[in-house]
């Protein structure tokens, strides 16, 4: 019986942005932001209730899955005017959250987000071993402006965007835009997202994929990452 084949090694990681190397933030404290950006009096406990601020946050934690029931495509991320269009059409049904109120949550929403702390430190362990890296994501806005002010500036050889692109997850094309960027070839490369749905479809160009589902504390698991890669 011969040996088994060798498994050929990563020279290329890509990673899904939102839910992957990023969470949304304090979902309390992206009301609070857009409130204070308002200039209006109190804040929004003691003018809108606990229970309506409860709810709203319950609500907004979970915001672009309630986009999907109004745009299962994901056609909000191939355009900025898509994007905002679909966000106003969501928040309509948030608990307490007026049409001014909602376009301050839109405007205050990239300043939320927060790099998971094993993010950083995953990316420069990857770039110290000769790993290329890219980061891909639907979105409908630029991601450019909080990268480079976060730990994250620096660490990435491409950046992928959907509505850049013209195509969204799960569609091959958004994969294989990635993997051009890096030089890599899909037997070479990983790609790490938390949604089986459309991070999982890399596999259909015979990317290895790991999903991470998403998680609430401030560490995502990406160690993991590591060990697949080797030294």
């Not at 406990?45 to 609500?59: C, D, M, R």
């Not at 890399?202 to 401030?218: E, F, Q």
């Amino acid at each position: 019986m011969g040996s088994p084949a060798e498994t050929t090694p990563i020279s290329g990681v890509i990673f899904d942005f939102h839910s992957t190397l990023v969470s949304g933030g304090d979902t309390a404290g992206w009301i609070d932001a857009a409130w204070q950006s308002l200039g209006r009096p109190g804040d929004p406990t003691s003018e809108l209730g606990a229970e309506t601020v409860e709810a709203a946050v319950i609500f907004l934690d979970r915001i672009w899955e309630h986009a999907g029931e109004l745009d299962p495509g994901s056609g909000r991320d191939l355009s900025p005017e898509r994007h905002r269009g679909v966000f106003d059409a969501t928040i309509e049904r948030a608990p307490g959250v007026d049409a001014e109120l909602a376009a301050a949550l839109y405007v205050a929403m990239p300043d939320m987000l927060e790099a998971y702390a094993d993010s950083a430190p995953v990316l420069r362990a990857l770039r110290e071993r000769g790993t290329r890296i890219a980061i891909l994501s639907n979105v409908g806005f630029d991601l450019r402006p909080f990268i480079a002010r976060s730990e994250l500036a620096g660490l990435a050889d491409a950046l992928v965007m959907s509505f850049e692109v013209g195509a969204v997850k799960p569609n091959p094309a958004i994969f294989q835009r990635a993997l051009d960027l890096l030089g890599v070839p899909p037997d070479e490369a990983l790609m790490v997202g938390d949604s089986w749905r459309d991070d999982g479809a890399a596999a259909a160009l015979g990317v290895r994929t790991l999903i991470l589902p998403r998680t609430d504390g401030p560490v995502h698991g990406l160690d993991v990452v590591l060990r697949l890669v080797g030294g």
